[in-house]
């Protein structure tokens, strides 16, 4: 079993950029493909970033793409995420959550452990 638990969030301006990170408990971490996901008020979950179990592989919603960055450090057990160009529209509680088996997806339902999450607030 895998817990993860996320860190970094905060209140931001428009246009400044935060970092994220999600520290996974288990030696097994580096098998799991990892993923970002994020909730706005009275919206539902929704895929922002996630990655291989190698690091080698990424994929980014639409809406962040050029804009934030995922990356994860297998011998810190540890996933990240870098947010650049932060708009308002990215207010949210950012969720991260861990995938059993290397590929990974951009499905919510794929995931077998999910964080607490933590908020992040852009303001304009």
């Known amino acids: 079993q895998v817990q993860v638990v996320e860190s970094g969030g905060g209140l931001v301006q428009a246009g400044g950029s935060l970092r994220l990170s999600c520290a996974a408990s288990?030696?097994?971490?580096?098998?799991?493909?990892m993923g970002w996901f994020r909730q706005a008020p009275g919206k539902e979950r929704e895929f922002v970033a996630t990655i291989s179990w190698s690091g080698t592989m990424t994929v980014y919603a639409d809406s962040v793409k050029g804009r934030f960055t995922i990356s994860r450090d297998n011998s810190k057990n540890t996933v990240y995420l870098q947010m650049t160009s932060l708009k308002p529209e990215d207010t949210a509680v950012y969720y991260c959550?861990?995938?059993?088996?290397?590929?990974?997806?951009?499905?919510?339902?794929?995931?077998?452990?999910w964080g607490q999450g933590t908020q992040v607030t852009v303001s304009s």
């Open positions: 959550a861990a995938k059993r088996g290397s590929m990974y997806s951009i499905q919510l339902h794929a995931y077998d452990y």
């Open positions: 288990g030696r097994t971490f580096s098998t799991y493909a």
